[in-house]
């Protein structure tokens, strides 16, 4: 089955500054990877999303890359804000059939 | 996006009894609905997929009875915690799947559940 891994587990950031999230996938076969933020209490929100056939996606502060070759996609915040403070998940699907998560990046942007 | 509507968001029961969480796809009809658990700090955990009209398939190592899964229309699914324990305490969420293709998935707010 598919095995996603996510790191780093925790992140501190200064306000302003960038924040990466990394993800690496092991199923080929997988062609939708979802970014989830979760703040405590609340289930998990989807902020973008990226497909097999695009390589980089971007909404506003947010954008997503991935590298089918190598099996891993990223996030990337900029001008991070307090709001961004949240855990976020990758997950990694083949056409919707079952969703694989990572474990979890809790962010912290310190103001 | 969608909106999937999950309820309660938080409910307490004694040992013993049974408890049903309700999710609702608002918007949208869904033929794919997933169960997840969630332990604090940690990632999700797939507990079954619920299919419209047919058995839920639970992952290995979820008792089927004791965690039952109806999925009767196009917008509704339930899980119903049967003969609950204090282990059972947990935050379970529900997720359906939208989209072309049905690939996005939406979560509800989760249900906080406390067994004392």
């Known amino acids: 089955g598919e095995n996603v891994e996510q790191h780093p587990s925790t992140l501190s950031v200064q306000e302003g500054d960038s924040a990466v999230i990394k993800c690496t996938y092991s199923?080929?076969?997988?062609?939708?990877f979802p970014w989830y933020k979760q703040e405590l209490g609340k289930g998990p929100q989807l902020i973008i999303d990226?497909?097999?056939?695009?390589g980089e996606k971007k909404d506003q502060r947010i954008a997503v890359t991935l590298n089918k070759t190598a099996k891993h996609f990223s996030l990337h915040i900029t001008e991070t804000q307090p709001e961004d403070s949240a855990v976020y998940f990758c997950?990694?699907?083949?056409?919707?059939?079952?969703?694989?998560f990572g474990t979890g990046t809790s962010l912290t942007v310190i103001p | 996006g969608a909106v999937v509507s999950q309820h309660p968001s938080r409910v307490i029961c004694k040992s013993g009894t049974s408890v049903k969480i309700e999710c609702r796809s608002l918007?949208?009809?869904?033929?794919?609905m997933f169960w997840y658990r969630q332990f604090p700090k940690k990632s999700l955990m797939l507990m079954a997929t619920?299919?419209?009209?047919?058995?839920?398939?639970?992952e290995q190592g979820v008792e089927k009875d004791k965690f039952l899964i109806n999925h009767a229309s196009l917008t509704l699914s339930t899980l119903t915690v049967t003969s609950a324990h204090p282990e059972d305490s947990s935050f379970y969420i529900c997720?359906?799947?939208?989209?072309?293709?049905?690939?996005?998935?939406?979560f509800g707010q989760g249900t906080r559940l406390t067994v004392v």
């Open positions: 997720s359906a799947l939208v989209g072309p293709g049905n690939t996005e998935a939406f």
């Open positions: 199923d080929s076969a997988s062609n939708y």
């Open positions: 990226i497909r097999s056939n695009v």
């Open positions: 997950a990694a699907s083949r056409s919707g059939n079952q969703f694989y």
């Open positions: 918007d949208f009809q869904a033929t794919t």
């Open positions: 619920s299919n419209e009209g047919s058995k839920a398939t639970y």
